[in-house]
């Protein structure tokens, strides 16, 4: 049987959820035990609880937190404890694809996770496809601060190192990039242009899909829109976020594609860029303040802390223990 994997990529508050509902009308499967809404999200957000956990405990593992600036040193992805995780990983994988030969999954943990992923698909023997998924930086930092209260620089130096580290590792393989607001603006052409760029074939229901996507996305989804001028004219963004957006912002137009030559050589010198400034300030204190072990999710609310599938189980065991008792949970 011909099993079908799509990834869902992006970072947070950057419309993930919005595309990840339309990959339905496509006849790609999201599975079953998914979030339910938020108040950060009262549409929800398509994300598979066992996804979810799987990726915080491997942020756990790397030392890090979704809104930590600092970048993985290549080492830990080697580390005993994330090698551990990724057959739970490929089983995951394998159980879902068994069940639903065209599955999707989102959480935009995974783009900061992406190695271990890459790994864990290799582990399984499947290649999946990637759906970048793309918004105005500008956007994404003001969500940011209205939801977490990150202030906007640190939100922009967030999303690049969100979606600049990791991208070039799919340089060869199958990756459509889609903005958010062109997606709102005029959704079928959006679907149709994935759909093509992914060679998903179309199902017999698209129609009717298509009708209920389209209520989908007219209930308010988009609070705030911001044009690339606005972006140019930031002072907080900085020169390499604007310019990793504008390049990205290219592919979801079709002005440039991703085998690119070009693209890839540019995008590999703002990796580098990236390394140089978040070298400049490890040490500075600058990353958070929380204690270690805590994940706030998509945001501070309480809908979202009490869906922590950890909070109130691990909190007061030893961190061994801890370990144990998750690795039992995402293994359910």
């Known amino acids: 049987m011909n099993r079908e994997l799509i990834v869902v990529l992006g970072m947070h508050r ?100 992406l190695p271990f992923w890459i790994g864990a698909f290799e582990l399984s023997g499947i290649s999946p496809r990637y759906l970048l998924v793309v918004r105005n930086p500008v956007s994404v930092a003001r969500s940011l601060q209205a939801r977490d209260r990150i202030p906007p620089a640190r939100a922009y130096l967030l999303w690049a190192v969100h979606v600049i580290p990791y991208l070039a590792r799919l340089r060869n393989r199958r990756l459509a990039v889609v903005d958010y607001d062109l997606l709102m603006d005029n959704p079928l052409p959006q679907l149709n242009r994935i759909a093509a760029q992914l060679a998903i074939p179309a199902g017999d229901g698209m129609a009717a ?23 140019m004219g930031n002072p907080a963004a900085g020169d390499l976020i604007k310019t990793a957006y504008l390049r990205l912002h290219r592919l979801a137009r079709d002005e440039a594609g991703p085998s690119s030559k070009i693209f890839w050589r540019e995008w590999s010198q703002m990796a580098e860029e990236l390394d140089s400034l978040c070298a400049s300030r490890a040490g500075t204190g600058e ?34 223990a801890k370990w144990m008792v998750i690795q039992r949970k995402v293994r359910r």
């Open 287 to 320: 990353d958070t303040g929380r204690p270690q072990g805590e994940d706030r999710a998509q945001g501070p609310g309480p809908s979202r802390l009490m869906r922590n599938p950890f909070n109130k189980t691990v909190a007061r065991v030893p961190a061994n």
């Open 14 to 113: 950057s419309g993930t959820s919005a595309v990840t509902r339309g990959l339905k009308v496509l006849g790609v499967e999201l599975g079953e035990d998914l979030m339910g809404p938020g108040a950060d999200n009262p549409r929800g957000f398509w994300e598979k609880k066992e996804i979810i956990r799987l990726n915080i405990l491997v942020l756990e593992a790397l030392g890090i937190k979704w809104d930590s600036l600092s970048l993985v040193p290549p080492s830990r992805w080697e580390g005993s404890l994330v090698k551990e995780l990724q057959p739970v990983a490929a089983r995951i994988i394998r159980k879902n694809l068994d069940r639903y030969p065209r599955w999707g999954f989102k959480d935009p943990r995974t783009l900061r996770v």
């Open 209 to 231: 899909e298509m009708k209920d996507y389209g209520e989908f996305l007219s209930h308010g989804l988009r609070h705030s829109r911001h044009t690339e001028e606005d972006l």
